[in-house]
């Protein structure tokens, strides 16, 4: 079962104050000696009641004395630093809450001008019931909504782009054994062209010496290799020289 709160206010009644005084009295006293004992430091505590003739100190009378003399010999400026009383302890509560209340109604704001934002993107138009602060609250949150996009475009202009992590794919190798083919046919075929030239050469060779020897009207026994065996003239067989 979950605790009420309890709610910050004079007791009025005298019975349920005296009870509340020693109840709580109890746990404060057993705060400083935990605060005390946990984190080993100087802590006393003074309690002034109605209902006690004395006031109750804890640790001790001498205890208080000792972190009471340590206090004093502080500087003045260092004493106040931290020093809080009803009042201004109030007043750092209101403080905090009503800056928690702004900061919250902000909040509440631009949720409710984002929402009216998209509902107006949706339907295309601005309604004409509009107020005026509505309109420069929107103006400002789509101003700011801008500017936080051109502020995360140029962000990302200045990281460097990151490479493709798909690999090229890399050229054909060509083997060696294409290669020793393409060079044995590329000699093969020069080495047939000079034995093609030297075969043509020492086959011009006799009919040089053929022809020559015709012109000087020599006896020719020794036939051509391109001619007929069967004529006398060497000639190929042609009716325009007969």
């Not at 705060?31 to 640790?59: F, H, M, N, R």
């Not at 040089?208 to 012109?215: A, C, G, K």
Request: charged share 25%.
């Amino acid at each position: 079962m979950t605790r009420k709160k309890v709610k910050l206010a004079f007791i009025v009644n005298d019975s349920a104050r005296k009870a509340t005084f020693k109840k709580r009295k109890k746990g404060l006293l057993k705060k400083v000696d935990e605060l005390s004992t946990l984190c080993g430091i100087d802590a006393c505590a003074i309690i002034y009641s109605p209902y006690d003739p004395q006031p109750e100190v804890w640790p001790s009378p001498l205890g208080v004395q000792q972190v009471l003399s340590k206090f004093r010999r502080m500087p003045e400026m260092e004493q106040s630093k931290k020093m809080v009383n009803q009042e201004s302890f109030l007043r750092q509560r209101i403080a905090k809450a009503t800056e928690q209340l702004k900061k919250q109604t902000k909040e509440n704001r631009e949720k409710e001008m984002t929402q009216l934002m998209f509902q107006y993107l949706g339907e295309g138009n601005i309604m004409h019931n509009v107020s005026m602060l509505d309109l420069n609250d929107l103006a400002y949150l789509i101003d700011q909504n801008l500017k936080d996009i051109n502020r995360r475009i140029e962000l990302l202009s200045r990281e460097p782009q990151p490479q493709s992590q798909t690999p090229m794919p890399a050229p054909p190798l060509v083997k060696d054994e294409v290669v020793a083919n393409v060079q044995d046919e590329g000699q093969g075929s020069h080495a047939q062209q000079g034995l093609n030239m030297n075969m043509n050469i020492d086959s011009m060779q006799p009919k040089e010496n053929w022809f020559l020897n015709l012109m000087n009207g020599a006896n020719v026994d020794q036939p051509h290799a391109f001619g007929d065996a069967n004529q006398q003239s060497g000639f190929w067989p042609n009716t325009f020289f007969h």
